[in-house]
């Protein structure tokens, strides 16, 4: 499966200009994590996270004190430009997204935004993206991976899936193994092919 397959297009973002606050309320209100952020073009600059945007904006409360503190003035961060990671990790549209569940794993990053060739963002995936499509149920899986051998003129294959597991009856021959192979991965769920 390629990310283009996966990713959310066209999601919400923020420029650098953007306030904290206003940054804050998207993130409450759409319920993620992070947004990219990007240029008046459209061009990836980085990425602004809960944790950019909340990091030195809570002052100390006296009250949780047993002796009076004297409070020191916190400046808080004002907009996005302040606070947000420049040079982002990301994918392209073509990249596998078995790469970037990878990059996604072996670091804290929760989602990658998706850029074409000249930087412009086109998209995000995210982990719980790839939960939900780890989880279809495995009727639908089958049902899409004959639909697709029988636009291949294959109806009569059978196909069977238990836990995101194709197992495909029929092919005769490797170039017909190799297709069914080729085609059953690129069906979202699919966790593993085999051909008897």
Not at 8 to 19: A, G, H, I, K, N
Not at 70 to 93: D, I, K, L, N, Q
Not at 108 to 125: I, N, T, Y
């Amino acid at each position: 499966m390629l990310v283009q397959d996966l990713m959310t297009p066209e999601p919400m973002t923020v420029r650098p200009s953007t306030t904290v606050k206003e940054a804050l309320s998207r993130l409450a209100q759409y319920g993620i994590t992070c947004m990219p952020v990007v240029d008046g073009s459209g061009r990836l600059q980085g990425v602004v996270s809960e944790a950019d945007l909340i990091r030195d904006i809570v002052a100390p409360d006296p009250r949780a004190q047993e002796r009076p503190v004297s409070v020191e003035p916190v400046f808080p961060p004002r907009t996005v430009e302040e606070v947000y990671t420049r040079h982002p990790v990301s994918v392209r549209m073509q990249d596998d997204l078995a790469r970037a569940v990878d990059v996604m794993t072996s670091t804290a990053v929760k989602s990658l935004p998706v850029v074409d060739d000249e930087g412009h963002l086109v998209g995000v995936v995210s982990r719980s993206d790839v939960v939900q499509v780890l989880a279809r149920a495995d009727d639908t899986i089958a049902a899409d991976v004959d639909e697709l051998l029988a636009s291949l003129g294959h109806t009569d294959w059978l196909v069977e899936v238990s836990d995101g597991i194709v197992n495909v009856s029929g092919p005769a021959g490797e170039p017909e193994r190799a297709l069914a192979q080729v085609v059953a991965h690129t069906v979202p769920g699919v966790i593993e092919v085999r051909v008897d």
